[in-house]
Structures are given as structure tokens and as C-alpha cells.
């Protein structure tokens, strides 16, 4: 079994730090996205970073659950806040 080693970084710092590697390291992104909470964070992580450092990223769109019409409203919404917190030219708009 594997043992936990804590640091002294929250969970938004690490993710911060993750994100920022994965632009050093590749020219290409894309952010694959559900319309859910952990990929509306993660989107918007990203859009944040790509804004930084004056990039674009890719938005991939998946999801499985559309005929819930709660849901639909849902995701509708989650993308809303995405392409709203971020500049324009970042998303293509």
C-alpha cells in the first residue's frame, strides 16, 4: 500500500503548478470538458494560464448525459462562466 506524503501546498496551488508544466512542455492543448464542477475548474485553470501566457487552448466538449434536461442547463451554464471569465480572443468568440 502506498504511503502519503503531505506537502504544504493546497489543492489549487498544485493544480496551478501542474497546469503551468504541462505549458512549458507542449505547444498544442486541449482541455477536455464534461460541463461538471472538476472540469469547469479545470477549464477555467487553463483558460487562466493560456490568458497568461497569451495562448490558445483547445475545449473539448464530451458528454453522455444530455437527454437530462436538468443537466442540460447545467452544462449550458458551466460553459457560460467559462467563455465569460476569460478574454474573447482566447476562446475563439
Known amino acids: 500500500m502506498l504511503k502519503q506524503i503531505y506537502i504544504d ?19 498544442n492543448i486541449i482541455v477536455s470538458i464534461s460541463g461538471g464542477k472538476d ?6 485553470l ?14 473539448f466538449f ?6 437530462y434536461v436538468g443537466f442540460k442547463f447545467s452544462i449550458v451554464s458551466s ?4 467563455f ?3 478574454p474573447s480572443e482566447l476562446c475563439g468568440i
Open 39 to 44: 472540469s469547469t475548474v479545470l477549464a477555467h
Open 62 to 67: 464530451l458528454e453522455f448525459h444530455l437527454n
Open 9 to 27: 501546498k493546497n489543492v489549487v496551488e498544485a493544480a496551478k503548478e501542474r497546469i503551468a508544466y504541462i505549458f512549458d512542455e507542449f505547444e
Open 46 to 59: 487553463a483558460l487562466t494560464e493560456a490568458h497568461k501566457r497569451n495562448r490558445k487552448i483547445g475545449l
Open 79 to 82: 460553459l457560460i462562466f467559462i
Open 84 to 86: 465569460k471569465s476569460v
